[in-house]
């Protein structure tokens, strides 16, 4: 019994401590501040997040990181030392640039390919065309082993034709021409010019003193032959067209240019053609025609070039590639996947040193080659975005950043320089007068005008040199920063 006892009180004490431990962890427990006290020190130097986004969608907002509901990817912090950063642009973590897949390019003066390019086909010149006829009715004797294609000289032999009809004036001017009556011979000979003879068969008459009553029918001119319609043993009635030669000293590139840019096209400039026959080389024509009709199923305007034929190398037929223009001087270039058209103005991703990034308002110009010409807005060595600047526009949007505008830039690496082509008219004391071409960026038209141009910049050109320059437009008298005379092409 008294065993018994004791152990009833060993369990009554161990309750009681249990009871006491307990209640002394709840009190610690629910101290205030004791999470704070107890939590590593670690956690006291990461960095604040405010919230988590859709890269794809910056707009919404989540407070628990995971995945996109909406991409199939991980969701991505916005740290508050990144919301309180008050240098230009917007940095945005280099982790994420990457797995944008951004790619950037520099800007950099160039000059833009042709602005219009158009597939062609090579065709016959159909202007350059003769027609040979029969002069008298008659017999085809002899068919110079010719058929359609062939490509023959000029004064190559065609048919040989019989005319009887013939004999009889003949014979007669012979006689009268023995007679030495000067009026009549003349009469008589003219009387065969008429019936159709050609000058060279009469004076082979007047050589033999003899009747000829077959002539050898030439072709005028050098070329493919597109049609032969007579064969040895057919009678030909006056006037039945024999063969149809087309020359090939030039043929036409028959391009079919979109409507849209008809309107940019003007006849005479130059075009610059690659055919699939000659991979690599590059030759020219002339914009000589812009056909009237509009193809209703394609809607197409058909653009007529002349290009001379040297060696007989182009072919109708051959297929080829046209370019029209790229005859502007140098001007600044970017990606065209670089620009970001909103509908009220159109901007580049500027990639800023530490990560950071700016929108920038650009004027640009041409577009060809996948290359934009840049008006306004950017100077030549800096840096944009040319892939995922969508997305890091979004981003800066969201942030609140605004865009450098047009101002801004030009002050941003101090006066603009811009860059022009023409002809030195005339030197002077500190001074030298150019006729060069627009100047897009200062909407300048080709002109002839006077610029300051210090001893610092080499002078060593003449006038009537061609000259590249480089000039400042800052005031009302522009100053040359550099001059480049062109070498002269042979």
Not at 216 to 237: D, E, H, W
Not at 304 to 322: C, D, K, S, V, W
């Amino acid at each position: 019994m008294i065993r018994l006892e004791r152990n009833h009180l060993r369990w009554a004490t161990a309750a009681a401590g249990l009871i006491i431990i307990g209640a002394g962890l709840g009190w610690g427990l629910s101290r205030p501040g004791a999470d704070r006290a107890e939590a590593p020190e670690a956690a006291s130097g990461e960095r604040e997040v405010l919230y988590w986004y859709d890269p794809m969608v910056p707009d919404q907002r989540f407070d628990r990181p995971g995945k996109s509901p909406y991409m199939d990817m991980d969701l991505v912090p916005r740290y508050a030392d990144e919301a309180s950063d008050t240098g230009a642009g917007v940095r945005i973590d280099p982790a994420l640039v990457q797995s944008l897949g951004a790619r950037f390019a520099t800007v950099r003066s160039g000059t833009l390919e042709g602005d219009v390019a158009a597939t062609a086909v090579v065709d016959f010149n159909a202007r350059d065309v003769a027609v040979v006829q029969a002069r008298a009715a008659g017999f085809v004797e002899r068919v110079y082993d010719r058929a359609p294609g062939d490509v023959i000289r000029a004064g190559a032999p065609l048919v040989d034709l019989l005319v009887p009809e013939w004999g009889g004036a003949q014979l007669e001017y012979l006689a009268l021409r023995r007679t030495g009556d000067a009026a009549l011979t003349a009469a008589a000979r003219q009387r065969l010019i008429l019936l159709g003879m050609p000058e060279s068969l009469v004076a082979a008459v007047e050589r033999s003193g003899r009747p000829r009553t077959t002539v050898t029918v030439s072709s005028p001119i050098g070329g493919a032959i597109r049609t032969l319609g007579v064969r040895a043993g057919m009678s030909v009635p006056a006037g039945m067209t024999l063969a149809e030669i087309n020359g090939l000293s030039t043929v036409w590139l028959n391009a079919a240019i979109p409507e849209a840019m008809a309107g940019r096209l003007r006849v005479g400039r130059t075009v610059g053609v690659t055919l699939a026959a000659f991979p690599g080389e590059r030759m020219t024509g002339r914009l000589t025609a812009l056909l009237p009709e509009i193809a209703g199923d394609s809607r197409t305007v058909t653009a007529r070039i002349e290009m001379t034929n040297r060696g007989g190398r182009l072919r109708p037929g051959m297929y080829g590639q046209i370019v029209f223009g790229g005859e502007s001087g140098t001007t600044l270039l970017v990606p065209s996947e670089a620009v970001i058209r909103t509908g009220r103005r159109t901007l580049v991703m500027l990639a800023l040193e530490g990560g950071r990034y700016q929108p920038a308002e650009v004027r640009v110009g041409r577009e060809a080659g996948g290359q934009t010409q840049i008006l306004a807005g950017l100077n030549e060595g800096e840096r944009v975005v040319a892939s995922g600047q969508f997305l890091l526009d979004s981003e800066a949007s969201l942030s609140g950043v605004e865009a450098r505008n047009l101002d801004q830039a030009a002050a941003a690496d101090g006066p603009a320089i811009h860059r022009a082509s023409g002809r030195v008219q005339a030197i002077g004391e500190g001074t030298i007068t150019l006729a060069h071409g627009p100047v897009p960026a200062l909407q300048w038209p080709a002109m002839t005008m006077t610029f300051r141009i210090p001893e610092t910049v080499d002078q060593d050109v003449s006038i009537g040199d061609q000259v590249d320059f480089t000039f400042e437009a800052a005031d009302s008298e522009p100053t040359v920063r550099s001059l480049t005379r062109k070498e002269a092409t042979r």
